[in-house]
């Protein structure tokens, strides 16, 4: 059989198409959306070679049209999942054995079937299943799922090609082998990307998966499974199962074989998962990788050199795109008292011509929250602020769940920088403004610093390069993805690997190489070519 050493080819980031009226891409994803909304999906478990439908099933619900139907998925019982663990392991073998160059083919497959075919259809699943508007849908679903692909098949080559020295006379080789077991995914529902890549990352790597996607994700994450399947991925290498979390988690991180868990979600879950695989330490093979990425409670600081226009803009952006449904989203602000009357100025007028609606309708900026259990909670903390003494709503604060789960983008004024909303997690368009003095800056960085338990994103807003080098210094362990002069969301993979440390995950960084290297176990080999015959040292004599 030829052999080579063989060069993939190079990465690059997925264009972001605009989808402005009268594009062809606009077209294309209005026809699918059309086709799915009126349509009823049956969204099956993915085991080994078979799909189950094991009629216990959910609706699948738009949150913008929570009465609509448009499909429905299965949930696994016990023996289902403990059937994907058999059927993962069985791939395993020849999963494991298979050339690397031959997995990397089947994930750029999936990344050209994504950017072209599947591209309007999974988009259209992730606006309908997930209330993502066309342009959140784009960068998620489409291009960064695209960009996890492309640039971890770029990231395992160099993973391999990193080699040991060799001294004279012998041959040091390292290879990567995939874990002892199988890999548990569990991943959310607020980016596709994230559903496609916790599953495929360790894969690539040649080790088989169990995923569970969210409930509120089943729509987008059957597409995902159609283009693994047309891109070739063999049986068994991912099972994808549904159903009562808790079980599945009990029975997943309850054997032998569980080899790690690859996760994002909340903290309060991760936790659990730990101190379960750590109930269980003694009965695995071997010692689980535990790999997550969790909540977060992520600021914008602007000192008193930031331009408010730049402020304002960031606030609106990092605040309430896709309902500030992201881990990263923009959630407590310090604004110095200098430029808050521009910044809030500027920041209402912007929240004014904010839409609210459908994603299929193009002009609306914000769609609805995921299910009702987020927009209760959100409308709670809404009504506690309206009501309090220490806060005030000063945009926003209407809710209405009648036909979608529906919050408007709000705005909460605090002179308290330890106000609950300053200091919990959310999850919902609503950002919490602390208005300090201008002298307090230092103050203010020890605040920023201390206020949340989550280390996940943060940005800083200044035009004073001292200003900016004391607050990137102050605040080092605030966030492990930190933005100068920037909103603090929208990391693009290879650009900005994402995750944090503290509360908010194990900072392995997605979108680079470190991520993939939890997923290999490594083994030296060393080869000595003339073995030495006396067991003599010359200091002997």
Request: charged share 20%; proline share 6%; hydrophobic share 40%.
């Amino acid at each position: 059989m030829p052999k080579g050493i063989y060069n993939v080819p190079k990465a690059f980031n997925e264009p972001v198409k605009s989808y402005a009226p009268g594009t062809k891409e606009r077209e294309q994803v209005l026809a699918a959306f059309k086709e799915m909304y009126n349509s009823t999906v049956d969204v099956p478990l993915y085991i080994g070679s078979e799909e189950i439908r094991t009629g216990d099933t959910k609706t699948i619900n738009p949150p913008f049209d929570h009465k609509k139907v448009v499909g429905h998925y299965h949930q696994a019982e016990k023996q289902h999942v403990a059937q994907a663990i058999e059927a993962a392991l069985k791939a395993k073998t020849q999963w494991a054995a298979m050339a690397w160059e031959h997995r990397a083919s089947i994930f750029l497959k999936a990344a050209e079937l994504l950017a072209g075919p599947y591209r309007a259809k999974i988009n259209a699943a992730t606006m309908i299943g997930q209330a993502k508007t066309v342009h959140q849908a784009e960068i998620d679903s489409a291009c960064e799922f695209i960009d996890f692909l492309r640039f971890n098949v770029e990231f395992m080559t160099k993973i391999y090609a990193e080699q040991p020295v060799s001294s004279e006379g012998i041959w040091n080789r390292m290879e990567h082998r995939p874990l002892e077991g199988f890999i548990y995914a569990i991943t959310p529902f607020n980016f596709t990307a994230i559903s496609g890549n916790l599953p495929s990352a360790p894969a690539l790597m040649g080790n088989v998966v169990v995923w569970k996607p969210s409930a509120t994700q089943m729509l987008s994450a059957g597409v995902i499974m159609e283009v693994f399947k047309e891109a070739g991925l063999p049986a068994g290498v991912i099972n994808m199962v549904s159903g009562n979390s808790a079980m599945i988690s009990e029975v997943l991180i309850g054997s032998r074989d569980f080899a790690g868990v690859h996760f994002t979600g909340s903290t309060g879950v991760f936790n659990d998962i730990w101190a379960k695989i750590g109930q269980n330490i003694s009965k695995y093979k071997t010692y689980p990788r535990i790999v997550g990425e969790t909540g977060g409670k992520d600021f914008v600081l602007a000192h008193p050199s930031s331009i408010p226009a730049q402020v304002a803009t960031a606030l609106s952006r990092g605040a309430f795109e896709y309902q500030g449904q992201k881990c990263s989203a923009a959630s407590r602000a310090y604004i110095p008292k200098s430029i808050w009357p521009q910044v809030k100025e500027l920041l209402l007028a912007d929240m004014a011509s904010m839409k609210m609606g459908s994603p299929e309708d193009m002009s609306n900026f914000v769609s609805a929250v995921i299910t009702e259990s987020s927009f209760d909670k959100l409308a709670a903390f809404i009504d506690a602020a309206k009501n309090a003494n220490d806060a005030e709503v000063i945009a926003g604060g209407n809710y209405d769940k009648s036909v979608g789960y529906f919050i408007e983008p709000t705005v909460i004024l605090t002179d308290n920088p330890k106000y609950d909303t300053m200091c919990t997690e959310l999850f919902g368009p609503v950002l919490t403004i602390h208005v300090y003095e201008d002298a307090k800056w230092e103050e203010t960085l020890k605040l920023v610093d201390e206020t949340s338990p989550y280390a996940l994103t943060g940005a800083i807003f200044s035009q004073d390069r001292y200003a900016i080098e004391q607050a990137t210094k102050a605040l080092e362990n605030s966030a492990g993805n930190f933005y100068i002069n920037d909103k603090p969301t929208g990391a693009v993979v290879g650009q900005q690997p994402f995750g944090g440390a503290r509360a908010s995950g194990t900072n392995d960084k997605a979108g680079s190489i470190l991520n993939l290297l939890r997923w290999v176990s490594p083994r030296t080999i060393k080869e000595t070519f003339v073995p030495p015959t006396d067991y003599r040292y010359p200091f002997l004599g």
